[in-house]
């Protein structure tokens, strides 16, 4: 029984791998739900299972802050937008707009070609040696973890005493608290302002590492622009009557 | 920052008890799967507990206001039990699903709105180190996970196939998109003077008397308050904002349709959104877990290394001190909070309903200008003041050292301020 | 199997991209379509981020998630403002049957 525990527990990769495999599939199902239903209301639904998903699989790569905007604006901003356009456009025959058999067997044939080219790309792909060849543009978390680590891992092999080991086991739990916390708000933020914290210590760039200072302010004048935009397309304007312009 | 009850103190407790009889990957997977089960055991209590308790609140205070006596049968003179009595009727009751319903969303769209609002309770601490999830961006994530019960409103507004369903769920579609802009904005500036996400370290840094609690920090911190509980009240579509389910006019609005538990669902995480948004007042604005009261030194220290050994562990000392002092903490916490709950309640039985259109207006023509304007009251506030004093730092630079620090609750014993200064350095302490 | 690591997330990208490929293929219905784009965006995001988590790229991968995500909200709704007239011009949402601008 324990072994069996011990198998599984070491198969699925622990916790994280535990939540990683739920919330994949989870989202992984949602997604082809999305394609296979007919009924746009259902779709919205799946969508919702999916983009949620896809929120807590960010939370389990450390990026709590984009999780957090992802279910801010995707699912409870984006989402409600669209079930809400389903609602002002969706009336009786309009919720199931059917798609013929022989382009849904097209599509998911041609679809399905895609899935196995972009799944034989990434697995023939050796991403550990990639990402060693890659100059280390700063600090990202991995490397901050992976130091972190060395030191931590060299000081209890170090202590001798049982005070000294106590430090350092004290040490190992304020960074593990610490990384599940997260770090990941004020660098994203100094990075908007145009400053890189994550790059400041590695030699190579500091000074040329870029900021996002200028997309930041593009992003502010074009959020802008579609709020008066889109307030301008969805005015509220003459209906055609029924039988003028279309069969319908 | 880690009282006994976060997830990550018991997760290690467990796995220091577990350490002897088995392999660590499955020790891992064991101890966090019994540490979460736990915390989502205790927050199912509050969760489902206080809803219960509001619900005979609002009758009995409804009945007060109307000069009538509220439930007094069930359960003795007061009707406490008049609820669970409510409840157990609910669930007998068949859930029917209407013809012309969408049954999948139909079914699943009470679920979505409960487990948002559920959800909601993972980043909402209690006491000091009493918190399901430590978030550094815990203040964005709880408002993320609330704006998600709409969705699940709305879903089942539209699934159920009847016009007065759906007039409601187009009318929460409308106000909760609208609303959510003055509620993050006023939620913005306690934050700014916080200098940080973590409701933790916000809670922490209004320890000490009234005066430092955040809604007497500034002039403009005093409004956003009051701006704030206006914008929440219409968030949980609590009266005079309910328009999603205006009895007067839409039989009841999105769950028309509904009967039984599922209907029943939808009632409780209103009720326990209430709790989470002015629990989130108090947090931001009241102080969170702190009484208000300068506690002398004399009877904190008292308090101070009551430590015992946990059980089945060696060299694992438990605070009882500081344990006892987060479970006043918490008590005060959740107290405060059912007080701006009882507020809602009163000012649902003593204000008219809003029109639809009066709604929208009051939103997007008043309280965003208005969150807007105190807002930038308040970034320049600090500048106005022009003050060299530590506390009025520009948070670009992150909070300073000591004002985490010196503000610690004498209550909560030393460890947990030095703990405390590294997380609200966050980022900046791990890059060096 | 063992440690989750890069790949695995990849994998969960590009099937997210995949259905949202044929999402916004086959769909006729014009919201249908912009959920497409948004699972796409999804399967984006989720790369951007892995990236970012697993090689020593920085948080450039975050950055450039959260910017996504802004003009994906941006997008939606300025389609979601276009598929109202289209409605209101063809009393329908099916995307086949605006065809009137052929030559």
């Known amino acids: 029984m324990t072994y069996l525990l011990e198998q599984a527990a070491n198969g699925i990769g622990g916790t994280d791998g535990l939540l990683f495999w739920v919330f994949a599939i989870l989202s992984c199902v949602g997604a082809v739900a999305v394609v296979a239903t007919q009924n746009i209301v259902r779709m919205a639904f799946w969508l919702v299972v999916s983009l949620g998903s896809v929120a807590a699989l960010f939370f389990l790569m450390h990026a709590d802050f984009l999780g957090a905007a992802q279910l801010l604006i995707y699912v409870g901003g984006t989402v409600v937008l669209l079930v809400f356009g389903v609602m002002l456009t969706a009336s009786g025959h309009t919720i199931k707009v059917q798609t013929s058999p022989a382009e849904t067997l097209l599509g998911g044939g041609v679809g399905l070609l895609l899935l196995c080219v972009l799944i034989f790309a990434i697995s023939t792909v050796n991403w550990a040696d990639i990402s060693q060849q890659i100059p280390a543009a700063g600090d990202s978390p991995a490397i901050v973890d992976a130091r972190e680590d060395a030191s931590l891992a060299e000081s209890l092999s170090v202590a001798t005493t049982p005070e000294a080991k106590a430090t350092a086991e004290k040490a190992l739990a304020a960074v593990e608290a610490r990384r599940q916390a997260g770090r990941t708000i004020r660098q994203l ?20 590492a870029p900021g996002y200072l200028l997309p930041f302010e593009i992003i502010s004048v074009h959020l802008l622009v579609v709020l008066i935009g889109a307030a301008y397309l969805a005015r509220a304007k003459r209906r055609v009557t029924p039988g003028s312009g279309t069969d319908l | 920052m880690n009282g006994p009850l976060a997830v990550l103190t018991l ?3 467990l796995i220091d008890c577990l350490k002897s009889r088995a392999d660590s990957a499955t020790l891992g997977l064991i101890a966090f799967l019994t540490a979460a089960l736990i ?22 205070v409804a009945g007060r206001i109307q000069d009538r006596l509220g439930p007094t049968r069930v359960g003795g003179k007061f009707g406490w039990l008049q609820t669970i009595a409510d409840g157990i009727k609910l669930i007998q009751k068949e859930d029917l699903v209407p013809k012309d319903a969408d049954s999948l969303v139909f079914r699943m769209a009470p679920y979505l709105a409960g487990i948002a609002s559920f959800a909601a309770f993972m980043v909402l601490p209690v006491s000091d180190g009493w918190i399901g999830v430590v978030a550094e961006c815990g203040a964005f994530l709880i408002l993320a996970l609330m704006s998600l019960e709409v969705l699940g409103i709305i879903l089942a507004g539209y699934s159920s196939g009847s016009k007065w369903a759906l007039f409601g769920a187009m009318r929460e579609a409308a106000q909760m998109v609208s609303y959510e802009i003055p509620m993050a904005i006023c ?8 200098g940080s996400l973590n409701l933790q370290v916000v809670g922490k840094m209004q320890t000490g008397g009234v005066w430092n609690w955040f809604i007497f920090h500034d002039p403009f911190a005093f409004l956003a308050f009051f701006c704030y509980f206006t914008v929440a009240t219409a968030s949980v579509k609590r009266a005079p904002f309910d328009l999603a389910e205006a009895e007067s ?53 008292s308090l101070r290394g009551w430590e015992i050994n946990l059980p089945f562990v060696t060299g694992q000392r438990f605070d009882l001190g500081a344990y006892i002092a987060n479970l006043v903490g918490g008590h005060v916490f959740v107290i405060k909070a059912s007080l701006l709950v009882t507020l809602q309640i009163w000012v649902r039985w003593t204000l008219p309903r809003l029109r639809i259109d009066q709604v929208m207006t009051t939103c997007l023509k008043y309280l965003v200008p208005i969150s807007c304007f105190l807002f930038l009251g308040a970034v320049f506030w600090p500048l106005i003041l022009a003050s060299t004093t530590e506390a009025h730092r520009p948070v670009i630079y992150g909070p300073p050292a000591k004002s985490v620090t010196s503000v610690i609750s004498p209550l909560s014993g030393p460890p947990v301020g030095t703990e405390s200064s590294t997380i609200a350095h966050g980022g900046l302490e791990v890059v060096r | 199997m063992g440690e989750v690591g890069l790949e695995a997330y990849l994998f969960v990208g590009a099937v997210l991209f995949v259905c949202g490929v044929v999402c916004m293929a086959t769909k006729r219905n014009g919201i249908g379509v912009l959920m497409g784009v948004e699972l796409v965006l999804n399967g984006a995001n989720i790369n951007f981020v892995a990236f970012s988590r697993f090689t020593p790229l920085g948080l450039d991968g975050q950055a450039t998630a959260l910017f996504v995500v802004v003009l994906a909200a941006a997008e939606a709704a300025v389609a979601l403002a276009i598929a109202l007239n289209y409605y209101n011009n063809h009393l329908t949402i099916d995307v086949d049957r605006g065809n009137e601008l052929q030559g």
Not at chain 2, 40 to 56: K, M, Q, T
Not at chain 2, 187 to 194: G, Q
């Open chain 1, 189 to 208: 933020g100094l990075s908007f302002y145009g400053l890189r914290p994550d790059h400041m210590n590695s030699s190579a760039n500091a000074a040329s």
């Open chain 2, 11 to 13: 997760e290690n407790y």
């Open chain 2, 39 to 60: 915390h989502a055991a205790l927050y199912l209590s509050l969760f489902g507990g206080l809803p219960v308790f509001y619900i005979w609140l609002e009758r009995k």
């Open chain 2, 187 to 194: 939620a913005l500036i306690p934050l700014l003077i916080a």
């Open chain 2, 249 to 301: 006019e839409l039989v009841a609005g999105f769950h028309t349709e509904y009967s039984g538990f599922r209907w029943s669902i939808f009632f409780l995480a209103e009720y326990a959104s209430m709790f989470a948004v002015s629990g989130i007042a108090v947090l931001l604005f009241l102080g969170g877990w702190e009484t208000g009261m300068v506690i002398p030194e004399s009877i904190a220290g």
